[in-house]
């Protein structure tokens, strides 16, 4: 992403699930009450992923909560969203997700330009060993910088 786009959600399981190999750019189709409830950050990617069907990519289980002054124009919160992508993109997914073990996966939601841009992430999914492998590097990193921190008061 770049300074100018100002993040909205970002998925905190996207990393920790998945070892994500590449990232795509798309576009999403909204409403107008989707969108106000978004400026308000009432958005949540947690258990949310991509699928393709029909030849379209579609984000499922993105929660963006009902606008409060929405009444009759609210849609529902969980519903199927279509992604913008081009075609060639969409091929390359295709192929991609064809293969064993991949998935699309939401990583976060941002403006960019004042237009809705979400960043999927194409990757594998973690086995158990692979998190703790994580967990204890992050440890170790951590302990490294503490211990260097000490050794500089003293």
Do not use: C, W
Request: charged content about 30%; proline content about 3%; cysteine-free.
């Amino acid at each position: 992403m770049e300074k100018e786009n100002k993040l909205i959600a970002k998925n905190p399981n996207a990393y920790h699930n998945y070892n994500i190999t590449d990232k795509i750019e798309a576009g999403i189709v909204l409403f107008g009450t989707e969108i106000k409830s978004i400026r308000q950050g009432k958005v949540n990617l947690k258990d949310s992923y991509a699928i393709i069907k029909h030849g379209e990519v579609y984000v499922v289980g993105m929660n963006i909560s009902p606008y409060e002054n929405g009444n009759i124009f609210n849609k529902d919160p969980l519903r199927d969203r279509k992604l913008l992508l081009n075609r060639s993109e969409i091929n390359k997914l295709i192929g991609l997700t064809k293969q064993k073990g991949v998935s699309l996966v939401p990583i976060s939601l941002y403006f960019k330009k004042n237009i809705v841009k979400l960043e999927l992430g194409i990757g594998k999914g973690k086995k158990l060993y692979d998190k703790r492998q994580d967990i204890a590097k992050k440890d170790a990193q951590r302990q490294i910088a503490i211990n260097l921190k000490n050794s500089f008061r003293t």
